[in-house]
């Protein structure tokens, strides 16, 4: 006879499922936009069902993305709502939209995985029945489409976690539990950025400007344009933060601590003050020049910090070039200097996360040694919040930081007995 509940680190017998498990939740009542690493609490709560089309997973590690600092913040929406629009429950939030794990249980009609098999999950949560996904829409665009881990329930902090079997992909075997743990949701959003809006995608010797070159996003986008031949300048805030992202494949980097016209720039009536602002984009433009070696405007400007960066990145996009965004860390009144579009002909590309077939694309590049998972702090289960409080304080290291969950040690590989 099984066990009621497992300890962290104590993983049952593959197949096992026990009726309770231990994960690491928000509750609405204790957001904290302040210190949103307090918002964490370890509680028991009743293992998660799992539907006809679902899995259920062992977790061993769990990555931290900057999503859930802003479910424990409870901003910019009230994660627990969005849960209760899908009938699930809305008094706690399991967050974790990247998991490395073993399936424990599947629903009956899933094939594609089985009892057993180590994976990790990409974050685009669906029902594959949805009639609209199945006459060919992207997942993306269709009102079902949530992040998994963020806008629902069950993400992978908790010892087991709950997921659409189409969200499992395989985990690449050299790679131990939480260096599979670190880059999916990051890897495929960059994925998307820079392969999926075309004609705007990375071509060889395209240069690229890549914001936040050591962050999650960052890691993953250098590795993925330089793989497609394309010649990354990356933003940095250090000269050893820019040596970081040389290894990873930049050509440069720009250090963004050498200019000060961040921010919402003055209303172009403003002739005087707008000028001052023109001359810090225009010399933040000459730096992106010798950065490279040549004279030349990114083709792709890949944006996440979104109000403090925005205008410089569309007055530095090539013309006909692309500024893609998925996020906006800095804040979301973005100003955009219309002249620059038009006359330009450039594009603003919003972006969310990726489909199935982006996410296994980028998995395969995984798994074939072409991306670096870029794994930087491993934290233990029950310091989940103070990764995110690290990341909220933008304090935290290189690289995609992991939480073992399952594994009890870093460093393993093996599935449990």
Not at 269 to 275: D, L, Q
Request: net charge negative; proline share 6%.
């Amino acid at each position: 006879m099984g066990k009621d509940l497992y300890e962290i680190g104590e993983v049952p017998p593959v197949g096992e499922v026990p009726p309770k498990m231990y994960a690491n939740l928000v509750r609405p009542e204790n957001y904290n936009e302040a210190e949103p690493g307090k918002a964490f609490t370890v509680e028991v709560v009743e293992t998660p069902p799992v539907g006809r089309n679902q899995v259920l997973v062992s977790v061993m590690a769990a990555g931290i993305n900057y999503n859930n600092v802003w479910a424990a913040k409870g901003i910019p929406i009230d994660v627990t709502k969005v849960q209760g629009s899908i009938g699930q429950p809305t008094e706690w939030h399991i967050g974790g939209s990247d998991a490395s794990g073993v399936v424990y249980a599947i629903g009956e009609n899933v094939t594609n995985v089985k009892v057993g098999d180590e994976v990790v999950i990409q974050a685009g949560w669906f029902d594959p029945e949805d009639p609209q996904i199945q006459a060919g829409v992207d997942p993306g665009f269709t009102p079902g489409y949530k992040i998994w881990g963020y806008e629902t329930n069950w993400g992978s902090f908790g010892q087991f976690c709950m997921a659409y079997a189409h969200q499992c992909l395989p985990k690449a075997k050299n790679l131990t539990w939480e260096e599979a743990a670190a880059p999916t949701l990051v890897g495929g959003t960059a994925y998307r950025m820079l392969m999926g809006w075309p004609p705007n995608i990375v071509k060889d010797g395209d240069p690229v400007l890549v914001w936040g070159g050591t962050g999650g996003l960052g890691t993953m986008a250098i590795q993925i344009a330089t793989h497609f031949g394309g010649r990354v300048v990356a933003v940095v805030n250090s000269d050893a933060k820019g040596e970081h992202c040389k290894k990873l494949g930049a050509v440069g980097y720009i250090d963004r601590k050498n200019f000060s016209h961040w921010g919402v720039p003055p209303h172009w009536t403003k002739s005087e003050e707008w000028t001052e602002w023109f001359q810090g984009a225009k010399a933040f433009g000459k730096a992106f020049w010798e950065a490279l070696g040549e004279k030349a405007s990114p083709k792709i400007v890949f944006e996440h910090p979104g109000e403090d960066t925005i205008p410089t990145s569309i007055f530095m996009a090539e013309s006909g070039g692309m500024v893609v965004i998925c996020a906006g860390t800095t804040g979301y009144s973005a100003t955009v200097d219309l002249r620059y579009l038009w006359m330009r002909q450039k594009r603003f590309q919003g972006s969310h996360f990726a489909n199935d077939e982006q996410s296994a694309a980028f998995n395969q590049l995984v798994i074939d040694g072409h991306v670096d998972p870029c794994m930087g702090e491993v934290f233990t289960f029950d310091r989940i919040g103070d990764a995110h409080q690290l990341m909220n304080d933008n304090k935290h290291g290189e690289g995609n930081m992991v939480a073992l969950v399952g594994a009890k040690t870093t460093g393993t590989k093996d599935v449990p007995a």
